[in-house]
């Protein structure tokens, strides 16, 4: 099986724990990466940021290898649409308590 292959078939789970841990540099047990854990673990994450997420979001890895580096004003103006996208939902979302909250 070769390198892509493996990566492909990578879960989403899998790779939201690798990306944890290379963020942290800590696995969720608590135990800490080695070096070679880490160099793995973030070559892991890059290609799988690449050959399956396509992402385009700001320091991540395109769909060409390349990485994401977003302009601040670009940013800026994303950040600001996802704010006021924020609000308009939850203008019609129904505040739900529980029986002893209230």
Known sequence: MDFSSIVKSMTPEVYN???TAVELGKWPNGDLLNEEQ???SLQLVMAYQSLVLKSEEHFTIGEKGELINK???ELKAQ????K???QHNSEHQIARFDHDDI
């Open 38 to 40: 880490k160099e793995n």
């Open 71 to 73: 302009p601040k004003r």
């Open 17 to 19: 724990n690798l990306k």
């Open 84 to 86: 006021e996208s924020e």
């Open 79 to 82: 950040f600001a649409a996802d």
